[in-house]
């Protein structure tokens, strides 16, 4: 399997706050990988990482094969402020566009532009926060990266924008074997898209994998009341509330869960961010090698 991005015990410290601690992280080619994690957790500093805009403090991070450098023609940047130039038309954007990157996709950007009903001639400063969010997300996609990152880019678009747009992803990576890694807090927009996920807490990995494998080896058991030490051993406990007569976990396990004393449901990737995101501890090693 191709990864596009290997993280290594990558550390970014801004001073002696650190915003990501000993991040190790693979993503493998052509897939949609969902970065989610609270206010704060290091998603930005992980993206600005990767497409080198910030340097690591330590630990290292390879992306396509080569260490991150500003402007690598293979790899596409929507940056959380979504930044266009204020002065400049919508169209002299996309000229831009066209001279910086060899592999500009000159009708992609027009009809793009056309389709969301903007005005090539008005200038960057004059665009709501959506449209303006909508022609940095069409340079990106136009530039036809191998690897497009976007830092929450949905966050201003209107619902049925999001929709469109998330659309227009996913045309992009069937048809040009593109791998997007994109940050958000809609998780239900993720859900729809992603068959990755990466979820960052207090600066570190707590869970990272194939989507349909994390679900298959996530569930909730509901049963009378027990102690987390009296488990199996197999059942590695991510989450658990009780009341004084019934127990219920979140757990992952590789095995059939068989005693017929649990209720079984199945989880959501919201249900299963949230459990991770609810966890303040450091990640158990177990966890992570059983998913990736
Ligand atoms: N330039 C900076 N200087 C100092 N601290 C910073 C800087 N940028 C980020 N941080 C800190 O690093 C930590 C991680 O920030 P980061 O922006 O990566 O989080 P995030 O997960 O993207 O958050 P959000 O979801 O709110 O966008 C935070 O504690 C933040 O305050």
């Not at 990482?49 to 991070?61: D, R, T, Y």
């Not at 009903?117 to 530039?143: F, H, I, M, V, W």
């Not at 227009?168 to 996920?197: F, I, N």
Request: glycine share 8%; hydrophobic share 40%; aromatic share 4%.
């Amino acid at each position: 399997m191709t990864m596009v991005l290997r993280a290594d015990a990558l550390t970014k410290r801004y001073g002696r706050r650190t915003a990501l601690s000993e991040c190790t992280l693979e993503i493998p080619e052509g897939r949609v990988v969902g970065l989610v994690g609270p206010n704060g957790a290091g998603k930005s500093t992980l993206l600005n990482l990767a497409v080198g805009m910030l340097e690591p403090s330590a630990g290292s991070i390879e992306v396509l094969g080569e260490r991150p450098r500003s402007g690598m023609a293979k790899v596409g940047f929507v940056a959380q402020d979504t930044p266009t130039y204020a002065g400049l038309s919508i169209d002299e954007h996309l000229r831009f566009g066209a001279e910086l990157n060899p592999g500009w996709d000159a009708d992609l950007a027009r009809d793009r532009i056309a389709r969301l009903g903007l005005d090539g001639s008005q200038r960057a400063r004059k665009l709501s926060g959506g449209q303006r969010a909508q022609l940095a997300l069409t340079l990106g996609l136009a530039k036809r990266p191998e690897l497009l990152i976007l830092d929450e880019p949905v966050a201003s678009l209107d619902p049925l924008a999001r929709r469109e747009f998330l659309q227009d992803l996913m045309e992009a990576v069937v048809e040009h074997a593109l791998t997007v890694v994109l940050s958000s807090h809609l998780v239900s927009d993720l859900e729809r898209v992603c068959d990755y996920v990466v979820v960052l807490v207090d600066s570190r990995v707590q869970l990272a994998g194939d989507l349909d494998s994390l679900l298959a080896t996530h569930h909730r058991i509901t049963g009378p009341r027990r102690d987390e030490d009296t488990l199996p051993s197999e059942l590695h406990v991510v989450g658990a509330s009780h009341t004084d007569r019934q127990s219920t976990y979140l757990v992952r396990t590789q095995s059939p869960i068989l005693d017929p004393a649990w209720t079984i449901s199945q989880l959501t990737l919201e249900d299963l961010v949230l459990a991770y995101m609810g966890r303040t501890s450091r990640p158990q090693p177990r966890a992570l090698e059983a998913v990736r």
